[in-house]
């Protein structure tokens, strides 16, 4: 695996009040990485999607993103330089068919001309399992098409780092095991992915490497079977006592 540096963040902190909810977290997405993004409820795991894609401005701390700075970057031109994110909620526009959904992003971020477009969108739709669906308003689709569609929006921009963000609960076995080849499928197109999940053996069937976070902090780093020997890991997430 190559091992340039997507995404580097150094010192990321943000306070609500006089809480902090990310403290100080540093680390680094190698190009085609899937860094898989664990802790406890309340943990700040969402708060950190937020600074990367700017939904929220931090209060102290560095990103980058492919070497140059994202800090002082609004949201629309974070997407533009190639970061797509899905929402724990999904937030389609839900009078839009599925199919003009991904138009948004295709023409927006990643400025697709009309047909070329056309031609991606229907390819995503086909790819996240949606295609019967092209015609259905967003409003009406089921929870799981819902969730098949936040996913496929954030494709649909061509992201060349992707957030995840708890896609796979509430999913059958069948449906996870769908979704993991669709995740598998999207890395192995060249995209780095940084993915929050609780539902653990997804998650440990893609990640390289895996980063936990307790109130804010990062409290381990690394390969995901080491990473789930960790006393501490082992204490915090699965209330294991050592
Ligand atoms: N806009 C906000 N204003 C005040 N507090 C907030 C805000 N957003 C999040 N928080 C608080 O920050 C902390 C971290 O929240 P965050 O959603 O990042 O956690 P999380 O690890 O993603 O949790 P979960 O696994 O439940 O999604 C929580 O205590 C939450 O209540």
């Known amino acids: ?18 809480v902090t909810v990310v403290d100080d977290v540093s680390f680094s997405v190698a190009a085609g990485e899937v860094l898989g993004i664990l802790g406890p409820n309340g943990a700040g795991k969402t708060t950190l999607f937020n600074l990367i894609s700017g939904d929220l401005a931090a209060n102290g701390g560095e990103l980058s993103l ?13 997407c533009q330089r ?9 937030q389609p526009f839900g009078a839009m068919t599925a199919f003009e ?3 948004v992003p295709a023409m927006m971020s990643a400025h697709l001309r009309e047909t070329e477009a056309y031609d991606h969108c229907a390819q995503v739709l ?7 669906h092209a015609n259905t308003p967003a409003g009406s689709l089921t929870l799981l098409n819902r969730k098949r569609l936040e996913l496929a929006r954030a494709l ?12 796979a609960g509430g999913l059958t076995d069948a449906e996870g095991a769908e979704l993991v080849a669709l995740i598998r499928r999207v890395r192995d197109q060249g995209v780095t992915i940084i993915w929050i999940e609780h539902v653990l053996h997804a998650l440990m069937a893609v990640a390289d490497r895996i980063l936990v976070l307790n109130f804010g902090a990062k409290i381990a780093e690394g390969a995901p079977d080491e990473v789930m020997q960790n006393p501490e890991v082992q204490r915090v997430y699965m209330g294991i006592e050592a």
């Not at 190639?82 to 999904?90: C, L, S, W």
């Open 82 to 90: 190639g970061i797509g994110r899905t929402y724990q909620v999904p």
């Open 66 to 78: 492919d070497g140059s700075r994202l800090s002082a970057e609004p949201p629309y031109r974070r």
């Open 1 to 18: 695996m190559p091992d340039r540096k997507i995404l580097v963040a150094e010192g990321l902190t943000k306070r609500f009040g006089a």
């Open 101 to 103: 959904n991904l138009l």
């Open 156 to 167: 649909a921009g061509k992201p060349k780092l992707l957030l995840l963000d708890e896609i």
């Open 126 to 132: 086909r790819d996240c399992g949606l295609w019967d």
